[in-house]
């Protein structure tokens, strides 16, 4: 489980936090009977917004750190299209995915043909359970083109304790219009590691439009590569170069319900293997407090 | 092909068609003004602006909710403002969409 709230303050106010809630059971290693069983609570991310204008936004807490596209903007359970993130998801985000300090982001440039986003954080060390972070900073801009619907970015950030250490990111999206078609990619480049995904999906409207049994189906597929650059690990990435295609086909239910199923081969010196997930995502909200 | 893989694909395919034939649809359709013909044409800019909003920063990473409750879609405009950096125009726009 996934629980999100958020909170308005006035006109300009924003607090958000999102917790994670995890039980698993596997089956007993080393030949015992039975099955093991883990559960994790833990906070994602608690952070202020404070919107000056669109311009400028002050972020202050524990954020998602915005490297790259997907810790910030597929991270969230409702919206993956697989259920398992890219291999090269934890590059630039600092092992724990969120950095504690401030971060500043807003719309350099507003035109109706093209447009800016920029963030800037920095944030501190910190060991607390919960607010786990390493010191660091970095930023992203990008680039988006509305007639077009891509939207091209870079990334970079640098880790400020320990072996100081750069990263450097860039990811593209398209989006053409008047389409359920939906190509994204990103590739990210780290001091001991680096790799690319790129993920495109559709949904057709030929059939009675997207609400119809058929446009509701939406096949999924994503081709994703890492390389070792040295055999230093300080990353989350395989330890030895690998490639995987993911073939995937979700359903979208009415009432906010996704159903994920997916098969990928894996590739790799040590050996090549397959894996099979399938998942059911219902998003649900409801007001926490009475509102007007 | 394995009984495994089999096996996988009948699951999926079976619990798909038991949710898609149990499942109803239940999208709020927004009730156009009747009074004249400006304020429908007023009402119609307006459903458009906020379309394009949600089309160009919203669905960018997601598809739009299925339905919720108008008590949250403030909370909810307020949340896209922050993460797709819109502005109070396109904030309040975005707000008749999902309230008309």
């Known amino acids: 489980m996934e629980p999100l709230l958020a909170a308005p303050l006035g006109h300009s106010i924003l607090v958000e936090s999102r917790a994670a809630l995890l039980e698993s059971f596997a089956p007993n290693s080393s030949n015992q009977p039975g099955y093991e069983h883990t559960h994790f609570i833990g906070l994602t991310y608690l952070q202020g917004d404070f919107v000056v204008s669109r311009h400028f936004t002050i972020v202050a807490g524990d954020y998602l750190i915005p490297f790259n596209t997907y810790n910030e903007r597929l991270s969230p359970v409702w919206i993956g299209n697989f259920q398992d993130g890219p291999l090269i998801a934890s590059l630039g985000t600092f092992s724990s995915g969120s950095g504690l300090g401030g971060m500043l982001r807003g719309n350099a440039i507003a035109r109706n043909k093209c447009s800016i986003d920029y963030n800037y954080f920095y944030s501190a060390r910190s060991g607390n359970e919960q607010f786990n972070a390493r010191r660091g900073s970095g930023g992203r801009a990008s680039l988006y083109l509305p007639e077009q619907r891509l939207e091209i970015g870079l990334s970079y950030d640098r880790l400020l304790q320990g072996t100081h250490e750069n990263f450097y990111g860039g990811h593209l999206w398209w989006e053409p219009k008047n389409t359920a078609f939906r190509l994204r990619s990103e590739g990210a480049r780290g001091h001991h590691a680096q790799g690319y995904w790129i993920e495109a999906d559709y949904r057709t409207k030929a059939f009675g439009g997207l609400d119809s049994a058929i446009g509701r189906i939406e096949p999924v597929f994503r081709i994703q590569q890492t390389f070792r650059r040295d055999t230093i690990v300080s990353d989350s990435l395989p330890l030895v170069n690998t490639q995987r295609a993911d073939f995937g086909l979700d359903y979208n239910l009415p009432h906010n319900v996704r159903i994920l199923a997916s098969y990928a081969r894996q590739f790799s010196s040590t050996g090549n293997h397959n894996i099979w997930e399938t998942g059911i995502v219902y998003r649900f909200l409801f007001p926490a407090w009475k509102g007007k | ?100």
């Open chain 2, 1 to 100: 092909m394995s009984p495994r893989v089999i096996a996988f694909v009948a699951f999926a395919l079976t619990f798909t068609s038991a949710l898609a034939l149990g499942a109803k649809q239940n999208h709020t359709q927004a009730a156009v003004p009747a009074n004249n013909t400006a304020d429908q044409k007023q009402y119609v800019q307006s459903q458009n602006e906020g379309e394009r909003v949600f089309q160009q920063h919203c669905s960018r990473c997601h598809a739009a909710p299925d339905s919720f409750s108008p008590r949250i879609s403030g909370t909810i405009v307020r949340h896209m403002r922050v993460r797709a950096s819109l502005s109070q125009h396109e904030e309040e726009e975005l707000l008749r969409y999902f309230n008309p």
